[in-house]
């Protein structure tokens, strides 16, 4: 009589890690694309880590990468999962070469036909494109148009060594005004975006600015002791110019930055340097993602935002801001 065969498959882990990763991640209150956005992988990745469907994931090295990541951004221990798909593949060999085995890739040499072929091809294009300019008169009629934009400079009077007067409308064009060079940061989005900044000011403030003196320390502030000037990358707004809520954001450090409005604009997206300050004018509520949250200071509408409060323990801050 036959014994029954083992059940056992070498090739599956002993634990469910793609069901613990996404057990973790629903009691973390996340979705896939957030996982995927945190992470820098595709969705796809995401989700085939959840299945356990490994086979698709570029290999044993990558696959550990991801569950350790996945694992980390949940605040869950990586080691035991990492193990558990270890014991799962075995351990990693590297195939030796020896004179009388077959290459380990048969289709190389295919490939390297493929690659010499589309060189051949392309320097062929490349030829017939210069016998193309040689009839086709291209080349003459270049020369001939340089010639005549030579001898048109030659004859040009030559011009005043005086710099020209500038305008106000020049200055406006390059995102400061004629009297920036005095003006704060809040003052020159005022002088930019008039409506955001009435609107931005409570009467309370209003009343309080008429009735008391200024302090040494506003003074100063409002001088040009503290001034920054900014340039036309620094404003950001959203698309027709429509919104009157504020941001303002100050990097103390480098930090990847995403800022979307209540349309779901991207008004930012991208790495941000120590120093570069940045004005983002629209409608709330905007969604905001910092990867790096302790290196940006945040003014939204003219107050100071908490960012430590939405920090997670590996240093990213996802958060909306909304008008109170």
């Not at 990492?82 to 990693?92: F, K, L, T």
């Not at 010499?116 to 008169?137: E, N, P, Q, R």
């Not at 975006?193 to 209003?206: D, G, R």
Request: charge should be negative; glycine fraction near 8%.
């Amino acid at each position: 009589m036959m014994e029954p065969e083992s059940t056992d498959n070498p090739e599956y882990p002993a634990i469910d890690i793609g069901g613990q990763l996404r057990k973790a991640r629903e009691a973390a209150s996340l979705s896939v694309d957030d996982i995927a956005s945190d992470l820098r992988i595709h969705v796809n990745y995401i989700e085939a880590l959840e299945k356990n469907n490994f086979e698709i994931l570029n290999g044993p090295t990558y696959v550990k990468g991801y569950i350790r990541n996945y694992a980390r951004l949940l605040e869950i221990d990586a080691d035991p999962l990492v193990e558990a798909y270890q014991s799962s593949v075995g351990e990693e060999r590297i195939p030796v070469w020896s004179g009388s085995q077959q290459p380990l890739h048969k289709g190389s040499s295919h490939r390297k036909g493929m690659l010499t072929g589309s060189v051949i091809v392309a320097l062929a294009l490349l030829v017939l494109f210069g016998i193309w300019l040689l009839k086709s008169g291209y080349l003459d009629r270049y020369q001939v148009d340089t010639a005549q934009a030579e001898s048109a400079s030659e004859a040009a009077p030559p011009e005043s060594s005086a710099l020209p007067e500038t305008s106000a409308a020049d200055d406006a064009t390059q995102g400061i005004t004629p009297k920036s060079e005095g003006m704060t940061i809040k003052e020159q989005v005022q002088a930019l975006n008039p409506q955001a900044a009435m609107s931005a000011e409570t009467p309370k403030e209003e009343a309080q600015s008429a009735s008391e003196e200024p302090t040494e320390s506003t003074k100063v502030e409002s001088g040009t002791e503290n001034a920054i000037i900014l340039g036309e990358d620094d404003f950001i707004v959203a698309p027709g110019g429509e919104g009157s809520d504020e941001i303002i954001i100050t990097l103390t450090d480098e930090c990847w930055v995403e800022i979307k409005d209540a349309t779901s604009y991207q008004l930012i997206h991208g790495l941000l340097k120590a120093g570069d300050i940045k004005v983002i004018l629209g409608t709330a509520p905007f969604q905001v993602f910092l990867g790096n949250a302790k290196a940006v200071q945040m003014d939204f509408n003219g107050v100071d935002y908490d960012i430590a409060a939405k920090t997670r323990r590996n240093g990213t801050a996802r958060f909306a801001l909304v008008n109170q």
